[in-house]
C-alpha cells in the first residue's frame, strides 16, 4: 500500500503486505530528516534518519528513501506488522536544531 | 536503555493558574527541547534550549513560557498563566548533539479548565 502523507492522511494494508508512506517537506535547505512512529498516547519514537547527502538508509524492516529534487521523502516498511499501526510522523531540521514535523499518517494493519 | 522521563503524565490547571511540567532528559545529551501537540494535530516545536539558555524559540513560545535547567538532571516548562488554547500534549526532548536524532519522552497531557 502507498500514501501520500499530506493528501491521504491514512493508510490500511493486509499484513505482511509492504507500506510506503509519503511525505512532502516544505524546505529546500533542510539538510537532515527523520521518521517518528506516534502510538496512541505515546510520544514520538524513532524510526530512521537520512542526512540530505544521502538519498537512500536502510534500517531493519525499513528504507527511507530522499528526493531533493523534488523534496520527497519516503518511508518504506516490509512486511508490515500489527505493531506497525500508528501515526507516521516525518521532521525535517531546518534551522539549528528545530524539527518541522510534517501532518502524520494514520497506518492501520489488518491481520 | 536510556530514556527521557516526564512528569506528570497529566495536570489539570485552570485557566489563569500557572504551570511546570517536568523533565529528566537522557543524562549525558546536551541539547533539550520542548515540543506540543493539539489532539489531532501535528507536534509543533517550542523552544531548544543548550549551554543553559535558550537557543532557539518559536512564535509560539511567548512571554507566558519560560524554561529552566535547576539542576544538573531536570529540564522544565513554565506556562505563567494557562490559557484553554494551551490545552494539547507537552513533549520534552533530548539530544546528545545539535543536529542528531532528538528522543522523544512520554508526554504530558495538560488540560485546561
Known amino acids: 500500500g502507498e500514501s501520500v502523507g499530506l493528501h491521504l492522511p491514512t493508510l490500511s494494508v493486509q499484513e505482511g503486505d509492504n507500506s510506503i508512506i509519503n511525505c512532502a517537506y516544505s524546505?529546500?535547505?533542510?539538510?537532515?530528516f527523520i521518521w517518528y512512529k506516534q502510538e496512541s498516547g505515546k510520544g514520538p519514537q524513532f524510526i530512521i534518519d537520512?542526512?540530505?547527502?544521502?538519498d537512500k538508509r536502510q534500517g531493519q524492516r525499513v528504507t527511507v528513501l530522499l528526493n531533493k529534487t523534488v523534496k520527497h521523502l519516503s518511508l518504506q516498511i516490509a512486511a508490515t506488522q500489527p505493531g506497525d499501526s500508528a501515526v507516521y510522523f516525518c521532521?525535517?531540521?531546518?534551522?539549528?536544531?528545530?524539527?518541522?514535523f510534517g501532518e502524520g499518517t494514520q497506518l492501520t494493519v489488518n491481520p | 536503555e536510556p530514556e527521557v522521563t516526564q512528569t506528570p503524565s497529566h495536570q489539570v490547571t485552570q485557566m489563569g493558574q500557572e504551570v511546570i511540567l517536568r523533565c529528566v532528559p537522557i543524562?549525558?545529551?546536551?541539547?533539550f527541547y520542548w515540543y506540543r501537540q493539539i489532539l489531532g494535530q501535528k507536534v509543533e516545536f517550542l523552544v531548544s534550549?543548550?549551554?543553559?539558555?535558550?537557543?532557539?524559540k518559536s512564535e509560539i513560545f511567548d512571554d507566558q513560557f519560560s524554561v529552566e535547567r535547576p539542576d544538573g538532571s531536570n529540564f522544565t516548562l513554565k506556562i505563567r498563566s494557562t490559557k484553554l488554547e494551551d490545552s494539547a500534549m507537552y513533549f520534552c526532548?533530548?539530544?546528545?548533539?545539535?543536529?542528531?536524532?532528538?528522543?522523544f519522552g512520554p508526554g504530558t497531557r495538560l488540560t485546561v479548565t
Open positions: 526532548a533530548s539530544s546528545p548533539r545539535e543536529g542528531r536524532q532528538q528522543y
Open positions: 543524562s549525558n545529551h546536551l541539547y
Open positions: 534550549f543548550y549551554n543553559n539558555e535558550i537557543s532557539e
Open positions: 537520512i542526512r540530505s547527502n544521502m
Open positions: 521532521a525535517e531540521k531546518t534551522s539549528g536544531s528545530r524539527l518541522t
Open positions: 524546505n529546500s535547505a533542510s539538510d537532515y
